[in-house]
C-alpha cells in the first residue's frame, strides 16, 4: 500500500515580491522532495508581515505532513520569522538559552560584539529544536510540523540536509519521461484516453516552445512500477503511431 | 495622497512542485509589477487539481486588485484552468465563439486537424475577454479581476505585455540601494532605529553570503522622494560610520 507524506513551502520576504530576488529555494526543495518521495503540494510567497505569515503557516502545517518556511531570521527588524512561527503555535517567543551560547561564544571567538541584533537570532518559538546551521552558525528551528530555515540558498541548503533524516517519507513518485516531437494540439485527444486507462498513474503533459515549433515532455508517475511501465508503453506507442502517420 | 494597488499570483501546474519544471514567470511579473507601480503580495503555486485552483483563486482575488494565472491552459486533459476559473466565478465554462473561429481558421491554413484536444484551447469561462496570444494564437483571458495566462515563459511574458495597457497602476514604490560591505548583525540595531525614525518608508536588509563572507544590500523604498531621499541618507551615514570605525 502506498504512504503519501505531503509537504508545503512558505517563502518569506519583500525581495522575492518586489522581483529584487529570485528565488532558488523553491526549485531545489521541490527537487530533494520528489527525490525522498513526499509530495510538496503547495507553495506560498508572503510578504514580511506578521499577520500574513502566520495565516500562510496556520493553513499550511494543518493541512500538510511538513511545512518548510524560509527567509526572515536574520538580526535585522525586518526578520520577524521567529515571532510569527510563535504567534501560529500560540506560544512565547525567547532566548534560546543554547542558541544564545553558541552565537555568544562564537562572537566572542572572532572578537565581535554580540550585539542585540546578533542576539535577535538566538529568539525561536518555546519548545523548538535546532536545525543546524554548518555555514553561519545561527541555528533554524523545528516545531511541530513546520522547519524555518534560512533564505540565503546556501544555508537554506546545508539546513535541508540536516533536517532530511529526520523526515518520514513516503512511496516515491517513480516517473518516467517521453520526448515527444508534437505538440499538445496533436497529443491530447490520445494521451487523455491513456490517462484514463491508467487512474493509478499521473500523466503529465509539458509543452515546451523552440523556434517557432511546440514539443512536448511527457511524464508519466506512479508509485508502482508496474503501473507505471504499463502506461509508458502506452504512451510510446502512441508516439510511435504519430510518427509513422507524420501528423 | 499614494495610491495603492495590489496584486497576487497563482502558477498552476505540478511540474513546478515536482521540480521538474523551475518556474520562471514569478520573477518577471515580479519585475513588472514593481516597474509599473502594482504592489505583488502574494504568490501561491499549486498542483492541477481543480479544488486546490478555485481554492486559492477565491481567496486572492477577493483581497487583491488583480489576480495573475500561469499554467493549464493548454489543450491536454491535465489542463484545467479554464474549468477551475469558471468553477470559482459561478459561471459556465463553454467554447468561446471567437476563439473557436480563430482556431479553427489557423490550423485549416495550416493543413492541421482542429482536434477536440486543440477545441479545449476555445473554452472559457461565459463572459471572459480574450488576452492576445501573438505567440501560439490561442488566447488567454481575463474575468473580473483574474487574468489567465500561459505557462510556457515566452507566451506569459507576450501575453502580460497585452495585459500592462487594462490596469490601473498606483504610485510607485520608489527604492533606493545601498551597498553595505557589514553583515546585518553589525547593522541591525541602527538599521532598525532608522527604521523607527522613517516610517512612511520600507527598509530591507538582504544578506549576502559569498566567500565566507557576510554583507548586504540595504534597500530604502518609498512612494515619495523626499521621505526616500531622508531614509536613505541615514542610512548612508550609518554605512560611512560603520567603515570608519572598522566595525
Known sequence: MAEIVTAAMVVIGDEILSGRTKDRNIGHLADIMTAIGIDLKEVRIVPDEEDEIVAAINALRARYTYVFTTGGIGPTHDDITA?????????????????????AESYAQRAMDFTDARKRMARMPRGAEHIDNPVSIAPGFRIGNVHVMAGVP??????????LPMLRTGTKLLSATIQCPFGEGTI????????????????????????????????????????????????????????????
Open 83 to 103: 515571532d510569527a512561527v510563535a504567534k501560529a503555535f500560540g506560544v512565547p517567543c525567547e532566548y534560546d538559552a543554547k542558541a544564545y551560547s553558541m552565537l
Open 154 to 163: 546556501a544555508i537554506f541548503q546545508a539546513m535541508l540536509d540536516n533536517v
Open 188 to 247: 491530447g485527444g490520445p494521451l487523455a484516453q491513456i490517462q484514463k486507462a491508467h487512474p493509478d498513474t499521473i500523466i503529465g503533459s509539458y509543452p515546451k516552445y523552440l523556434d517557432g515549433k511546440f514539443w512536448t515532455e511527457l511524464v508519466v508517475r506512479a508509485r508502482d512500477t508496474a503501473a507505471l511501465e504499463a502506461a509508458r508503453a502506452e504512451v510510446e506507442t502512441m508516439v510511435a503511431g504519430l510518427a509513422k502517420t507524420g501528423q
